[in-house]
């Protein structure tokens, strides 16, 4: 029985071919996720010359924007002496800017500085445009041969940490600001954090039901919203019941009543009946332990600062997050990565310790290694 053959295309002679472009592969100009990054390792303080000879000094470098419109936003930086804050978009060539139709888009209007690897003859409108050379980005060195085997006792160090921050984020005057994270979470912490600014929480919980989500409707009205890679059921506009009723909920419980965390989830859920187990734990999480932790230092109450803070420490995540479980996975269980002293540890760890300066002595690697040689 004979072979079948498979069939090839003819192979086609370059020669004989004309191409209406030729398209040139440079891959030392990476991809415009490093331009991201590299603008983000750049330290606070430093001084650039953009291509007219311009200097600018980097006083908060924004944050990485997953949603639709420019890459960075929310950037402040200190350009011909003024302070100017505003967006900024990445690009590997600055014609990027119209092949992208960003000249046709209004999310691009307070865009201050365009960061790209290689000029174009087709400027781009921004002002002021920064060309950054490629440098090879740094990447997380833990594997399965340096993780430490004490790495979860030094998560449990780092998960403290976290919670004394958000307890002293919750001592703050308006410690409602804490559900802007779990409730905006996606891409619209910023939006929520306006909303819950708006808000008069004595005038919110003097109304019913039906009015204080009217009331919160219309504070949220002009606010802007992103939508893209959330599901339906977790947009914006579907957390504004949730809001009203965390506030509501929040002003008349008595958290004395609750002898452990358990019985306080099954009452949240009895009465937030708007949002899923997933969502109140996070609000948990964030806002109500350690709200509660943060009275009974007030109260000078040794006793009931560490029952919260013992209650925050047995919360269970229903899921992972997936970041962490791309990243951690083939390190700690899916177990221990539900648990919020795992969680919150790693989150500790990546701000702190996962950047360039820091990562040879991450407290989750094994610092006997000869890797804190090279």
């Keep these: 029985m004979g072979r079948s053959r498979s069939k090839f295309n003819q192979y086609i002679i370059p020669d004989n071919n004309v191409f209406p472009t030729q398209a040139i592969y440079e891959p030392q100009l990476g991809q415009e996720i490093d331009l991201i990054n590299q603008w983000f390792s750049m330290p606070i303080g430093k001084m650039l010359q953009t291509n007219t000879g311009s200097h600018l000094i980097i006083i908060n470098h924004g944050y990485h924007n997953l949603n639709k419109g420019p890459d960075i936003k929310g950037a402040q930086l200190f350009m011909e002496g003024k302070f100017v804050k505003g967006d900024i978009e990445c690009h590997i060539y600055e014609r990027d800017w119209y092949a992208h139709g960003h000249d046709q888009d209004l999310n691009y209007k307070n865009v201050i500085l365009h960061l790209i690897r290689k000029a174009s003859q087709n400027y781009s409108p921004v002002i002021h445009t920064l060309i950054l050379p490629y440098v090879k980005q740094w990447g997380c060195s833990l594997n399965v041969k340096n993780i430490s085997k004490n790495s979860i006792a030094s998560l449990k160090i780092m998960s403290s940490r976290r919670w004394r921050e958000k307890v002293n984020l919750c001592r703050k005057e308006n410690a409602v600001e804490q559900l802007a994270k779990p409730l905006g979470s996606g891409g619209n912490e910023v939006g929520f954090l306006f909303l819950i600014h708006t808000i008069d929480t004595r005038a919110l919980i003097s109304l019913s039901t039906s009015n204080q989500l009217e009331y919160i409707k219309r504070n949220a009205q002009n606010i802007e919203w992103e939508h893209c890679g959330i599901r339906p059921a977790q947009w914006p506009e579907n957390r504004l019941t949730l809001l009203a009723e965390l506030i509501s909920f929040m002003s008349v ?70 970041k962490q479980a791309k990243i951690f996975g083939k390190y700690f269980s899916r177990k221990e990565l539900c648990s919020v002293v795992v969680v919150q ?19 989750i690697k094994d610092l006997n290694l000869k890797h804190l040689k090279n």
């Design 253 to 322: 419980i008595e958290e004395k009543n609750f002898t452990n965390h358990t019985v306080f989830i099954k009452r949240l859920m009895d009465v937030c009946t708007s949002g899923g187990k997933s969502i109140l734990i996070e609000c948990c999480i964030n806002y109500f332990y350690p709200c509660f932790a943060a009275q009974a230092i007030e109260d000078n109450n040794h006793k009931k600062y560490k029952k919260w803070k013992h209650a925050w420490n047995e919360l269970k995540l229903q899921n992972p997050y997936g």
């Design 345 to 363: 540890g790693l989150l500790q760890v990546e701000k702190e310790f996962c950047n360039p300066r820091f990562c040879k002595v991450c407290p």
